[in-house]
């Protein structure tokens, strides 16, 4: 059964600091992964998705990388802004699966 | 383009009453999951339909259902509401079955 952690489970950094996010799962044999970001009481917004064949995606101040081998995944973000506040997801899935997501990392950036 | 589209926004509901929620897909989109949000938990996989068909099933109990229709919308049914069925449910779309999957805004229901 597929098993997905993030670390940390909150994180409260200063505007314009560069970040690492971290997700990790117990079955390395994902078909993708993706990462969201969803704001209080709201649905998610999608940010990247990795093939299981790729090693890292790219979206603007964004960059997910996938290292299978190790059952890990990280989203680095640069130069981080206060509109960046949210909870950040990961989810992964398995061929025939359902995606399973992690709790979630609590980003606050401050002015 | 539209999104994601769930209606209704909001529900306020007894114990013992029933539900239905509805989702309206990304045009084009064939596959629609459900998940459930309660208060401090996180996303719990409900249902997956794809073409019509139930593909997969989360760990709820049978009073929880839905249906896929021919335009590819989806609805999904709680019965005889319970307290802890309070939370947030989102629906979300893809193309396809393994591909990025976009969220709707979600229906928040309450359960008094």
């Known amino acids: 059964k597929q098993e997905v952690t993030q670390i940390p489970a909150a994180l409260s950094v200063p505007e314009g600091e560069n970040l690492v996010?971290?997700?990790?799962?117990?079955?390395?044999?994902?078909?993708?992964?993706?990462?969201?970001?969803?704001?209080?009481?709201?649905?998610?917004?999608?940010?990247?998705l990795i093939q299981s064949s790729q090693r890292e995606q790219t979206s603007g101040r964004l960059n997910a990388s996938l290292d299978k081998s190790s059952g890990r995944s990280t989203l680095y973000i640069a130069a981080s802004q206060p509109g960046d506040s949210a909870t950040y997801l990961c989810a992964v899935r398995n061929y025939g699966q359902n995606f399973v997501f992690g709790p979630g990392t609590r980003l606050s950036v401050l002015p | 383009e539209?999104?994601?589209?769930?209606?209704?926004?909001?529900?306020?509901?007894?114990?013992?009453?029933?539900?239905?929620?509805?989702?309206?897909?990304?045009?084009?989109?064939?596959?629609?999951?459900?998940?459930?949000?309660?208060?401090?938990?996180?996303?719990?996989?409900?249902?997956?339909?794809?073409?019509?068909?139930?593909?997969?099933?989360?760990?709820?109990?049978?009073?929880?259902?839905?249906?896929?229709?021919?335009?590819?919308?989806?609805?999904?049914?709680?019965?005889?509401?319970?307290?802890?069925?309070s939370a947030l449910y989102l629906c979300a779309s893809s193309f396809g079955t393994y591909n990025e999957q976009f969220f709707g805004p979600g229906t928040r229901l309450t359960v008094l």
């Open chain 1, 21 to 48: 996010l971290n997700c990790s799962f117990t079955d390395s044999a994902i078909y993708n992964l993706q990462w969201f970001r969803q704001d209080p009481g709201k649905g998610l917004t999608s940010l990247l």
């Open chain 2, 2 to 85: 539209a999104g994601v589209t769930q209606s209704p926004t909001h529900l306020i509901k007894t114990r013992g009453q029933q539900v239905t929620l509805r989702c309206s897909p990304i045009s084009g989109h064939t596959s629609v999951y459900w998940y459930q949000q309660a208060l401090g938990l996180g996303l719990q996989f409900l249902l997956w339909y794809d073409e019509g068909e139930e593909r997969n099933r989360g760990n709820f109990p049978p009073r929880f259902s839905g249906r896929q229709f021919p335009n590819y919308s989806s609805e999904l049914n709680v019965n005889a509401l319970e307290l802890e069925d």
